[in-house]
């Protein structure tokens, strides 16, 4: 373990180095500024309040100018704009004692004005790039308006699709949450933190609140150490690495222990095995829900705990500026320990440059939306599920026999749009979307009907129902449309606000109120169907899956959402969004996640789908009435071409454990991938390894790199990656984080279950 946490150790000190969080001098100024400070002003500086919207349970608490003014708050959160910003800015910097400028941050998820796609959508690009750019785009745009403190990214790893919150993160792999998570940190702090376009990021929530018992919304979460260090921690060390300037404490318990009194991972895995030294922060309310967790029974003693844990500024409970100073001047509380909060809370003002620049410039005009750039993201989130080809009717209505429905033709035609999401542009901004104007997003019947206009056809629309009812007056126009067409186009999925997002778990993963009905009614006439979903986690779509011709995962794809589909139906440009979580049958697949640990008796190569004819069928790990697979399962997505992998080849062996746990050797594999079809695509080719003989069980098969390649018809390329320590090392049976002696396995493929294999040996 003292190898894994020394390595971290060094990265993260690199990286805050850099950004200002540990910069000498800014020590110096920390250290006079608090031998000024009065106890009061100290806890004013752990005091964080919300002084616009709430988002969660308001206070209504009013009236701060006094407050800022006597130095007893540090923070707010839920305001914007420059001239809000700049009048309590000037409270605090003209008007309080030491002058201490507060830290204004806001719920900036996937864009301030220019929305992008839901974060989940973000993360089924695969393209690290994209979501950084985007995040720069985001930082840009707030802190032109005062803003310099983004409660993102959220990098839980969520593998239960009803929890609402998996729409915030990255999916169900920590190698690819690790990755999502340093690039969102890189983009919304860029190159430095004092640079005024620079917002610190927040990396939350710390931990565990990804695995909610039974997907519910602030549930507890019990699980081993192992298993949170090798799966639930990763995309956090990669953000501290990164150099995140905060972190939030989550609102469940972990392990019996509520997160934001959780010593161990707040103290001695944060600050002690990685480094970290920016601040942490509560969320709403969090410090005062101690008491109802039952580690409290009064608000003196949650403010303690959290305090001593190591949680630096109370997000809204106010008891920090209730309780420490009693808690200070009894001896519960030593006040070195409150300096330490304070000096947290100061490093990342003076790292941000809030001292020698503390305002922000009025009267400017705000950054243009980027809608270039929107557009592309969109399309790059979309994910073509299934594409068949039709056979019922002519070639006159529909493709040619051999011919998948998609892209649709270039040509006049009459297309029915039918679907409660198919014109409702609150809903393509997805939940959390921080100051975005319905009036920016173009909904997918506006960009239809534009193009189909510019085609010379028609375009048949009827919303058909709402999306959570149980009202069929809408159907009978809805099928009407449908027969007077030669396509249609079903858009279908969950209410973004209501249904996604933070207080939003489901027990049922169908597809809300009477949408399936709809479905199966437009559908019936038997012409072809292409389905598009707009969701916030993954939905069990099966029987779309067996009577639909297209399918198309969109989640909530942001302003460009309606030209971005446009563009893909109609094959101006091509698929190549991957999912990042497994898609179940049924919700009692949940939780479903492709990297799950091996079993003693699995289920190998029975046939799930009849009962088991005898006792070997019959006792392995199975359901006796489902499919134990996905849907559609972790890394699938389809083009329209055909992408083929061959010549899979290991270099670097034979190697040892040795020699790879002290860096002096890695590996290198390789195949060659070859766009077969006709079209020019891009492709995201998957590194998976399992690994055999280990002294902890391990899944059968786990991410560890992708590669995206361009390739035009008929064009081949080979991709590379390399297998080192940083792969092969894993949470052993003594809780050191080594490469073993072992068997491995690796595949080169287009998703979680295809690919090119090898095996080779790690030496003792």
Request: hydrophobic share 45%; aromatic share 8%.
């Amino acid at each position: 373990m003292f190898g894994a946490a020394a390595w971290l150790l060094l990265s993260a000190a690199s990286l805050f180095a850099q950004n200002g969080l540990a910069n000498p001098e800014i020590e110096r100024r920390i250290d006079v500024l608090l031998r000024q400070m009065t106890l009061a002003e100290k806890i004013g500086q752990l005091t964080q309040y919300s002084a616009g919207a709430p988002t969660g349970p308001g206070t209504g608490r009013a009236g701060y100018s006094d407050q800022v003014a006597q130095g007893e708050i540090g923070s707010f959160l839920n305001l914007s704009g420059a001239a809000q910003t700049n009048a309590l800015q000037r409270i605090a910097v003209e008007r309080s004692r030491l002058k201490i400028p507060l830290l204004f941050g806001l719920d900036i998820i996937h864009g301030y004005h220019t929305i992008f796609p839901v974060p989940l959508g973000l993360a089924s690009t695969w393209d690290p790039e994209l979501l950084e750019r985007a995040a720069r785009v985001a930082a840009k745009e707030a802190t032109a308006e005062g803003i310099r403190w983004t409660f993102s990214p959220m990098v839980d790893i969520a593998r239960d699709a009803r929890w609402g919150r998996i729409v915030e993160g990255a999916g169900e792999d920590p190698y690819l949450g690790s990755v999502m998570a340093a690039a969102s940190v890189r983009g919304y702090q860029g190159a430095r933190l004092d640079s005024a376009d620079s917002l610190a990021a927040c990396a939350k929530h710390f931990v565990g609140y990804g695995a909610a018992e039974a997907g519910r919304d602030y549930n507890a979460a019990d699980m081993s150490e192992h298993r949170l260090r090798q799966v639930y921690l990763p995309p956090f060390a990669a953000a501290v690495r990164a150099g995140a300037a905060s972190v939030m404490s989550a609102f469940n318990s972990l392990n019996a222990v509520p997160a934001t009194a959780d010593a161990m991972t707040l103290t001695r895995i944060l600050r002690q095995e990685w480094g970290f030294r920016g601040l942490v922060v509560s969320d709403w309310n969090a410090v005062e829900e101690l008491i109802a967790q039952g580690i409290a029974t009064n608000g003196a003693t949650a403010a303690r705990k959290a305090l001593l844990a190591g949680v630096d500024m109370d997000m809204e409970s106010g008891l920090y500026q209730h309780s420490l100073r009693d808690l200070v001047r009894s001896g519960a509380l030593p006040e070195t320990a409150v300096d330490e909060a304070v000096r947290r809370v100061l490093r990342v003002k003076f790292a941000l440059g809030l001292f020698d620049h503390p305002y922000t410039p009025e009267g400017l005009a705000s950054p243009a939306l980027q809608v270039e750039l929107a557009r592309q993201i969109a399309e790059r989130s979309l994910i073509l599920l299934k594409n068949e080809p039709v056979n019922s009717l002519p070639p006159s209505v529909t493709p040619s026999q051999n011919k998948p429905l998609l892209p649709l033709p270039s040509r006049p035609q009459t297309i029915a749009l039918v679907g409660p999401l198919a014109d409702s542009p609150v809903d393509m901004l997805g939940s959390w979307p921080g100051k975005g104007d319905v009036h920016t997003v173009v909904t997918l019947k506006s960009a239809l009907q534009e193009r189909i206009r510019q085609l010379g056809g028609r375009l048949l629309y009827a919303p058909g129902t709402e999306i959570d009812t149980a009202s069929e007056v809408g159907f009978g126009e809805a099928l009407k449309v449908a027969q007077g067409a030669g396509v249609t186009i079903v858009a279908l999925g969950e209410d973004a606000a209501r249904m996604t997002g933070e207080a939003a778990s489901r027990a049922s993963l169908t597809l809300p109120g009477n949408q399936q009905r709809l479905l199966e009614t437009v559908a019936s006439p038997g012409k072809p169907v292409v389905l598009i979903v707009f969701s916030g986690r993954p939905l069990a779509l099966t029987w779309a899956a067996a009577h639909v011709a297209a399918i198309i995962q969109a989640w909530y794809p942001g302003i460009q959402a309606g030209p971005a589909l446009t563009r893909v139906l109609f094959g101006d440009a091509n698929f190549s969004g991957k999912l990042t979580v497994s898609m179940p049958r049924s919700v009692g697949q949940e939780p479903l996640y492709y990297n799950a640990l091996k079993t003693g008796r699995p289920a190998g190569n029975v046939d799930l789908t009849r009962p088991p004819a005898t006792e070997a069928e019959k006792y392995v790990s199975r359901y006796i009435d489902e499919i134990n697979a996905p849907l559609f399962l972790f890394g699938y997505g389809l083009s329209y071409t055909r992408f083929t992998y061959s010549s899979l080849n290991l270099a670097g062996v034979p190697v040892s454990a040795r020699a790879l746990n002290d860096g002096s050797a890695e590996l290198q594999v390789s195949a060659t991938i070859t766009n077969s079809g006709s079209r020019a695509g891009r492709e995201i080719a998957q590194l998976y390894i399992g690994q055999r003989g280990t002294s902890v069980v391990l899944p059968e098969k786990e991410l560890k790199g992708f590669s995206t390649v361009e390739l035009a018809p008929g064009q081949s390329r080979e991709v590379e990656f390399k297998l080192g320590r940083e792969q092969l090392a894993f949470w052993n049976i003594a809780m050191h984080h080594e490469v073993e002696p072992s068997e491995v396995t690796v595949w080169i493929g287009p998703n979680s279950a295809e690919g090119q294999q090898a095996q080779f040996k790690i030496a003792p």
